[in-house]
């Protein structure tokens, strides 16, 4: 893999990491899953509550993507690494 690729998929990661961890569009599933495995008293919720935990999935799925539908995932990828850049961006504001 190219390091410009090897970067865009990092920072789709990323991104999708934060949309399962904190992003407001995910509320309503993250709260529901949530309240039936609590992080304190399930392995379940803590994974789901956890970014460390999140992200080696979110990796995973990158890199079954890059692997399986390279050029769909490239859009995608693309798509999330500018979603990434701009969201840090706009918290230095």
Request: proline residues 4%; charged residues 20%; positive net charge.
């Amino acid at each position: 893999m190219r390091a410009l690729g090897l970067l865009v998929d990092t920072l789709a990661v990323y991104r999708l990491t934060k949309l399962v961890n904190d992003d407001v569009i995910l509320d309503d599933v993250r709260n529901k899953l949530l309240d039936r495995f609590p992080p304190e008293e399930t392995k379940i919720g803590n994974l789901i509550t956890c970014p460390w935990c999140v992200s080696v999935y979110a990796g995973g799925a990158v890199a079954l993507a890059r692997t399986v539908a390279p050029r769909q995932w490239n859009v995608l990828a693309q798509a999330l690494a500018f979603s990434t850049v701009t969201g840090l961006v706009a918290e230095k504001m």
